[in-house]
């Protein structure tokens, strides 16, 4: 098995490391409800997508008093 002659110093780690940096999602508002969502997917919030509901949303629904 091959193995390295010479320890790989820090410069050389970060030059080859220098595209794994994260970025920030780029967001745009929903046409439909006009909450931030990823660009090419459906809302998380309504469910549109390409001016038609493409994802049904169930919504919350709060339990009778009393009841666990």
């Known amino acids: 098995m091959g193995l390295p002659k010479r ?4 410069a050389a ?13 780029q967001l745009e508002s929903c046409p439909h409800c006009h909450e931030p969502k ?11 997508y390409a001016g038609r509901e493409a994802v049904h949303i169930k919504t919350k629904t709060t339990g ?3 009841r666990s």
């Open 64 to 66: 009778e008093p009393g």
């Open 38 to 48: 990823l660009s090419h997917h459906a809302c998380p919030n309504c469910g549109w």
């Open 13 to 25: 780690q970060g030059d080859r490391r220098a595209h794994h940096a994260l970025t920030v999602p």
């Open 7 to 10: 320890k790989t110093s820090h």
